[in-house]
């Protein structure tokens, strides 16, 4: 615990994804530093506005946009928010008198921590991703410390200094045992179970495939599935299962939902798991030492999940299956192979363990503590 009332401003905004760590650190650094002021920056447009206020944090908007990555008119209108960015930015932190900037990513994170630099006042960032975003990629080098998620982003990036931390995951994942989150279900003892969803807004064709897995498997109690569809696919999955000959009622070992709010005894009761690679789910599976299949989301920012997704193909602790490969048959065939062979099963999620990094948001705190200790 410190005595010294700090001064720390958190941004990073656009979308959950960047906004979740950055609430996470803010948390963290109100326990850690008591009587602290935690401003957060945001964009004027991004989901910050809705989540900041809610979690109590004081926010500021500031302008910025990010830039089209070819070259075109509206360039020019987001260096024009983005040099107005930089000003407000800069004229904030002095009047905060910030002793230290963390961002995490999102378009406005570039202004703020630019202008804390600019202003000689230290900035550390976090990136979630293997394959960082293009505002860390050009924040790094002027970063005090760059802390990661994945190994693979130090190359990709110019930073002075790197930190391993991994990205901070909600307390009651980790605590959550195996016989609460089978008990919660209802899941037979002994049953394997597979839990399947695609990020937090679900995947259609992931949806498509368990369908047929689903096919295969009903009325095996000791294969049991727990599917979460993302709200907008839910009645077109439950739709298909019906039209498959599927009685959620009857086979008893096929749960479908559209939204899993206990992801804790999700992931605390099954034995494998289908996802997509996003860095939040993928920070949850291997704190939990899961073994897992991943389906990256094609579409994501410069193929970002396909890069987090070999991270762990790469020491063995998940099996990719490229979205545009998926089918039915494929996925089905992949989760009967790996569940026939409950020594490699055993292999993937002790590899799985060995990449999670459940003391995430310590060793974040821990840098910031270090860096803001340094100064007078
Ligand atoms: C589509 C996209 O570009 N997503 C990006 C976004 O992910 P996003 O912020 O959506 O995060 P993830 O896909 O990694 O994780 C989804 C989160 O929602 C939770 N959840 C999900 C479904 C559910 O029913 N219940 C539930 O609680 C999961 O436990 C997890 O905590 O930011 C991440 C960090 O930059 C990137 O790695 C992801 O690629």
Redesign the pocket.
């Known amino acids: 615990m410190h005595r010294k009332k700090r001064v720390f401003v958190v941004t990073g905004g656009g979308?959950?994804?960047?906004?979740?760590?950055a609430l996470a650190i803010a948390r963290g650094l109100q326990e850690r530093f008591p009587g602290s002021t935690i401003h957060y920056v945001g964009g004027k447009r991004g989901l910050e506005n809705t989540i900041v206020p809610r979690e109590g944090f004081p926010l500021t908007t500031v302008h910025c946009r990010g830039l089209e990555r070819s070259l075109r008119l509206c360039n020019l209108a987001a260096i024009g928010d983005t040099v107005r960015g930089l000003g407000q930015s800069y004229r904030l932190l002095r009047r905060l008198g910030a002793d230290v900037v963390i961002g995490t990513?999102g378009f406005v994170a570039f202004p703020v921590v630019m202008a804390a630099t600019l202003a000689g006042i230290p900035a550390l960032i976090h990136e979630?991703?293997a394959f960082p975003?293009m505002t860390n990629r050009l924040l790094a080098p002027r970063a005090a410390a760059v802390m990661l998620?994945f190994p693979e982003a130090e190359k990709r990036l110019k930073a002075k200094k790197t930190v391993l931390t991994g990205?901070p995951?909600?307390p009651e994942?980790l605590s959550a045992t195996r016989e609460e989150g089978r008990r919660y279900f209802g899941l037979p003892e002994g049953s394997q179970v597979l839990l399947a969803?695609?990020?937090?807004?679900?995947a259609k064709r992931l949806n498509e495939a368990m369908v047929y897995l689903a096919r295969r498997w009903a009325g095996e109690p000791r294969r049991q599935v727990i599917h979460?569809t993302?709200e907008v696919n839910y009645e077109e999955t439950v739709a298909q299962l019906k039209a498959a000959g599927i009685s959620l009622d009857k086979c008893g070992n096929i749960k479908v939902?559209?939204?899993?709010?206990?992801?804790d005894y999700?992931?605390a009761a099954c034995d494998l798991c289908i996802?997509?690679?996003?860095?939040?789910?993928?920070?949850?599976v291997t704190a939990r030492g899961l073994p897992s299949i991943l389906v990256?989301?094609p579409?994501?920012?410069e193929n970002?999940?396909e890069a987090?997704a070999r991270s762990l193909e790469a020491i063995g602790a998940a099996q990719v299956i490229m979205d545009r490969e998926l089918d039915g048959q494929r996925l089905h065939d992949a989760v009967q192979e790996l569940l026939e062979q409950p020594d490699r099963i055993a292999k993937m999620a002790n590899a799985a363990k060995g990449a999670g990094r459940p003391e995430a948001l310590t060793m974040i705190l821990d840098e910031i503590s270090r860096v803001v200790m340094s100064r007078k």
Not at 15 to 21: F, V, W
Not at 257 to 263: E, T
Not at 275 to 284: Q, T, V
């Open positions: 979308t959950g994804g960047h906004i979740y760590p990513g979630q991703n975003g998620t990205l995951i909600r994942i969803l695609g990020g937090s807004r679900g979460v993302g939902m559209p939204y899993l709010d206990r992801m999700g992931l996802g997509r690679a996003g860095a939040a789910f993928i920070s949850e990256p989301y579409h994501a920012a970002h999940q987090n």
